[in-house]
């Protein structure tokens, strides 16, 4: 007995299966079921569809009720032409494009007035690309060099516009096919930069092509020059060069290459930079190894080249800037001026004209002042030392004679007493 009920059960559960039927298009059951043996049960709209009221054109503006499981337009729902992320399964009368798809134009495209980002009927109506926004033509790498059609709504780049790099005062939203790079947006190169050329200062694809400062212009930061985005600054009054003037690559058009800006010859300015960047009277030092004589006029005054260097160079403002502190002024070893005790010369090393106290000339001809040395004494004198001009300042003068030198001497003196 109990064996028959379970083959009924069976038949019947199998009858009921052969008597299940596909929901409308895009409708569903209240469980969400894509089908069921009764199609007045399919009342609802499935995920990313919507009830268009009807209207078999496929649009949203039908004026008939929902009627479910209907074998006509009033029983189906249409497919969303964009999905929208969260879109759920929703009864067919609560159902319209607005709630159950996504409205939005794609990316920078807007309907006919060329402001409202929201289509209302179809994604067909985005047709303008908005202001700012350019239809470069589907190449999806961004620039305007693509030369497909526009296609109002299509998900891929032939309906979509891309933003200015640079935006337009005054851009407005234009039909597609017709908004292109220089109608759309700003083409102007960053203030002082151009193209490669070094002329040209509107750019073609894109705002990174503006890659060079233009002639008399230079760039001032501290960053490396980033195209398209840093600007160049013109060269200070004054100091425009002429016809040798030419542009060159942003992180190569420095001021002192760019502009005739270059101080007087061995100067600087307050931080040490051989260029002026607002007057010439920025000029206000003497450069590392460069003195000066006289009264020092910023922006006219050119500092002299030390003689002999120091070992550690500074800077220095022109009226100290003295050949002492500057250079290295020492005379030779052994040597000094003309007084016989300064051991340093005050213009030119040639001054050091004598050897020092208890110092010989290492040679008798041919010595050169400020250049060769005097040799110090073994043995000093104790008084009656002084300063010698070269030709005079022998061993002999300039130091005491060594305990054999005097034997020497008293022998050869009594020797001659003998012979005599």
């Not at 289509?119 to 589907?138: D, E, I, K």
Request: with cysteine.
């Amino acid at each position: 007995m109990k064996y028959n009920i379970l083959i009924i059960l069976i038949i019947s559960l199998f009858i009921n299966e052969l008597r299940a039927l596909n929901c409308p298009a895009g409708t569903q059951t209240q469980a969400g079921l894509f089908e069921d043996g009764d199609l007045a049960n399919c009342t609802h709209c499935r995920a990313n569809f919507y009830y268009n009221g009807g209207n078999p054109a496929g649009d949203a503006v039908g004026a008939q009720a929902f009627t479910p499981g209907a074998a006509n337009a009033t029983g189906q729902c249409v497919a969303c032409q964009v999905n929208r992320e969260g879109s759920a399964g929703t009864q067919g009368a609560a159902t319209n494009l607005a709630t159950q798809c996504s409205v939005a134009c794609p990316a920078g495209t807007a309907v006919a007035d060329g402001q409202t980002l929201n289509f209302a009927l179809s994604v067909t109506q985005c047709t303008h690309c908005r202001a700012n926004f350019y239809y470069n033509g589907g190449n999806p790498a961004g620039d305007a060099v693509g030369a497909q059609a526009f296609t109002p709504g299509a998900a891929n780049a032939t309906g979509q516009c891309v933003a200015c790099q640079v935006n337009r005062e005054g851009s407005v939203g234009t039909q597609g096919a017709a908004a292109n790079l220089a109608t759309q947006c700003s083409v102007a190169c960053p203030a002082g930069t151009a193209v490669a050329d070094g002329q040209t200062l509107n750019f073609a694809l894109s705002v990174t092509q503006c890659t060079h400062c233009r002639a008399n212009f230079y760039y001032n930061g501290d960053a490396n020059f980033v195209a398209g985005t840093n600007q160049c600054t013109a060269c200070p009054v004054g100091a425009n060069k002429g016809a040798d003037a030419a542009a060159a690559q942003g992180n190569a058009a420095k001021i002192k290459t760019q502009c005739n800006v270059l101080c007087p010859t061995g100067t600087s300015n307050a931080n040490g930079d051989t260029f002026w960047t607002a007057a010439i009277t920025d000029c206000v030092n003497c450069a590392a190894n460069f003195y000066f004589n006289g009264a020092f006029n910023a922006g006219t005054s050119q500092c002299i080249q030390c003689p002999v260097s120091k070992a550690n160079p500074a800077t220095a403002p022109g009226g100290s800037a003295s050949l002492s502190t500057q250079c290295n002024s020492a005379c030779p070893t052994g040597t000094v001026l003309d007084d016989g005790t300064t051991t340093n010369y005050t213009t030119q090393a040639n001054q050091c004209t004598k050897c020092a106290v208890n110092f010989f000339a290492s040679k008798t001809t041919g010595f050169v002042a400020g250049t060769d040395t005097c040799t110090e004494c073994t043995k000093k004198l104790t008084s009656g030392a002084t300063a010698k001009v070269f030709a005079e300042a022998t061993q002999k003068i300039q130091c005491a004679a060594t305990t054999f030198a005097k034997f020497l001497s008293i022998s050869l003196l009594f020797v001659s007493f003998y012979l005599l």
